[in-house]
Each structure stands twice: as structure tokens, then as C-alpha cells.
T-cell receptor, first 114, second 115 residues
């Protein structure tokens, strides 16, 4: 069975600190896709990244970076020099690529204090 | 606008009444999804449309819930005889194809309150 665990329910940091959101997944598929979505207070989820299981290169996009490690079944998300606008709930999700459903994690609420 | 739109943004209804929630997906997106999100909770999958067909309705919580999509575009989620436990934010998303592969674009949601 597929499963996504985001063990951190809520994280609170002071602005400019670096913060890492953990995502651990379970799957028996050899081909799968991992996603991160952001849900700001406005409520509208926004796609951040998709990574397939064959690409283990870390990705960096501005202050955002993602560390994909198949050995530990983790796809962690780091925000460098956090800003108040980063405050949101972040969801990690998993799929086998051929399904219409994603397996969603419970989400991590990130609070950035000024 | 080019994004997914949902209406109404807020709906307060009395227990036992029927409600209709509307979703306008991004033009050209063949896949459309409905989710439910209770306060402070994750996403609960309700139903998925590919074109006008709904291959899987198993996520609908009860037979009081139904959905349709017409013209491969607009979708309506209908809740009959609303109950207080139906109170939640209902999110719609569209994508170019299967959500397991393509990114989803979400609407702002409809906040439903059943009194």
C-alpha cells in the first residue's frame, strides 16, 4: 500500500531562518512520482514541484530546495532564509503516475514569525 | 481569468437543504477533481472526471452527494439534505491529464457551513 507521512504537524520559526519539511513515503512501485503543494492562508493550493523516481538529483528553485533520497524513502523540502510569505500549509503527495489519485500527506503547517 | 474558479466562495445553509457547488476548470483541461477539506485537515478525494465521465465515484461520502460535468468543462457538486458534518471547504482542481502525473491547478474553494 502507498502511504505518505508528514510527521511535523506544525513548525514555527523566525524569519530568515532555514527550515526543512519532512516527507517520508511508502510504495512498492519502482516508478512513482512525488509532489509538493503549498496552501497559503487564502486556501488555494499551488503546485511546487514534481519529481519522478528515476531522478534523484536535488532541485533548487530560488530559496526552495528539495532533497530526494530513495534510500530513506524521503523527499524533504527546505526553505532557505524563510520569509513571512512562506507561511502556509505544505502537502507532500505520491502517485504511481498512472493513477488519477494522489496519496496525500496530512500536511505541515509552517509559521514564519517576523 | 485563466485559473480555476469556484462559486459560491461561501455558502451557509440550513440542515436538510440542498446545495450546488460549481467549478469552472482551466480551458482545455480534461481532468477535473473534487476534494473536501475539513478545518485543519488534509485533502479528502471525492470524485474525478475525465471528460464528462466519472470513472470513480467511490470517494463520495454518501448517496446524498452527486456530481456531474457537462461539455467537458463546468462541473457541479450537489449535496442533498445537507448535514452538519458536511461543513467543510470543497476544492476543485483541474489538470491536463491524470493527477498522478500532471500538476493540478486548484480553485479557491467553496466554504460550506451547515447550521
Amino acid at each position: 500500500a502507498q502511504k505518505v507521512t508528514q510527521a511535523q504537524t506544525e513548525i514555527s520559526v523566525v524569519e530568515k531562518e532555514d527550515v526543512t519539511l519532512d516527507c517520508v513515503y511508502e510504495t512498492r512501485d519502482t516508478t512513482y512520482y512525488l509532489f509538493w503543494y503549498k496552501q497559503p492562508p487564502s486556501g488555494e493550493l499551488v503546485f511546487l514541484i514534481r519529481r519522478n523516481s528515476f531522478d534523484e538529483q536535488n532541485e533548487i528553485s530560488g530559496r526552495y530546495s528539495w532533497n530526494f533520497q530513495k534510500s530513506t524513502s524521503s523527499f524533504n523540502f527546505t526553505i532557505t532564509a524563510s520569509q513571512v510569505v512562506d507561511s502556509a500549509v505544505y502537502f507532500c503527495a505520491l502517485s504511481d503516475g498512472s493513477n488519477y489519485q494522489l496519496i496525500w500527506g496530512a500536511g505541515t503547517k509552517l509559521i514564519i514569525k517576523p | 481569468g485563466a485559473g480555476v474558479s469556484q462559486s459560491p466562495s461561501n455558502k451557509v445553509t440550513e440542515k436538510g437543504k440542498d446545495v450546488e457547488l460549481r467549478c469552472d476548470p482551466i480551458s482545455g483541461h480534461t481532468a477535473l477533481y473534487w476534494y473536501r477539506q475539513s478545518l485543519g485537515q488534509g485533502l479528502e478525494f471525492l470524485i474525478y472526471f475525465q471528460g464528462n465521465s466519472a470513472p470513480d465515484k467511490s470517494g463520495l461520502p454518501s448517496d446524498r452527494f452527486s456530481a456531474e460535468r457537462t461539455g467537458g468543462s463546468v462541473s457541479t457538486l450537489t449535496i442533498q439534505r445537507t448535514q452538519q458534518e458536511d461543513s467543510a471547504v470543497y476544492l476543485c482542481a483541474s489538470s491536463r491529464g491524470l493527477a498522478g502525473f500532471y500538476e493540478q491547478y486548484f480553485g479557491p474553494g467553496t466554504r460550506l457551513t451547515v447550521t
